[in-house]
């Protein structure tokens, strides 16, 4: 599903990611752990294309990354969606229109809209807040939305970056058995994360980055890395 071949990323002389090899698998739970500036986030944004890597292969399903020309880049972004740790909600949008706003961006057809957003905001538990405004909700139902929004078009992957970052103890596992949840449902999941505690519970694989090299990389891991 994702695979990384011999990828490096040089800004000058600081390597942000070094002779990076690693496979996720379709339908693998994956956490990405490290300390800051560890090369996660370039870990995303190569995978999106958002950068490009200066050395190496990067393939999501079928489609090399590394190689892929401008015009196919909405392509590749339809199949990854991505939850942030600010939820990153359209404040004058509804609950609704948030979702609706993700089927929009690739042309859906309005039945189609109509269909699919009502199955979504149930399958995370917020059905009740459609007409809702962003700041009429608790942190995890705009989380809530969020997730609903990066998951309406089916994609293959989804990138959560820090989901729980915002949240109370409580509430952040009620998101990640939402992403259990998804994740049981065939979507890959890759969750940056220094919820430790999290990590540690979930038993699930850990990946490990340090000044841009995997250091290690276990099937049921906890949150550990050098300082």
């Known amino acids: 599903m994702i695979k990384f071949e011999n990828v490096s990323k040089l800004y000058g002389s600081n390597a942000a990611l070094s ?20 090369g996660k986030s370039t870990f995303i944004k190569l995978l999106l294309k958002e950068i490009e890597a200066t050395e190496g292969k990067i393939f999501l399903g079928d489609l090399e990354v590394t190689n892929l020309p401008n015009r196919k880049i909405p392509v590749l972004r ?10 990153r909600l359209l404040p004058r949008k ?13 042309h859906a057809s309005p039945r189609s809209i ?16 459609a007409n809702k405004y962003p700041h009429e909700l608790s942190a995890g139902e705009q989380q809530r ?29 009620e998101i990640m058995r ?27 694989r850990v990946i490990g980055i340090e000044r841009g090299k995997i250091i290690r990389d ?10």
């Not at 339809?78 to 939820?87: E, K, L, M």
């Not at 990066?150 to 915002?166: F, K, Q, R």
């Not at 939402?178 to 699930?204: C, F, P, S």
């Open 178 to 204: 939402l992403l259990v949840q998804i994740n049981l449902r065939g979507t890959t999941i890759v969750m940056v994360t220094h919820a430790k505690e999290i990590v540690d519970k979930m038993e699930k």
């Open 145 to 173: 939305v969020a997730i609903a929004r990066s998951i309406i078009n089916n994609p293959s992957v989804l990138i959560a970056d820090e989901p729980t970052g915002n949240l109370d103890p409580d509430t952040a596992w």
């Open 114 to 129: 109509r269909r699919v957003v009502p199955q979504a905001l149930s399958l995370v538990g917020i059905s009740d807040k």
């Open 78 to 87: 339809r199949n990854v969606g991505i939850v942030f740790q600010d939820f």
């Open 94 to 106: 509804t609950v609704y229109e948030n979702v609706a706003f993700a089927m929009n961006i690739i």
């Open 19 to 38: 002779n990076v090899n690693l496979s996720i698998g379709k339908g693998e739970f994956v956490f990405l752990v490290g300390p800051s500036g560890a």
């Open 218 to 227: 276990d099937l049921r891991g906890a949150y550990k890395y050098h300082v």
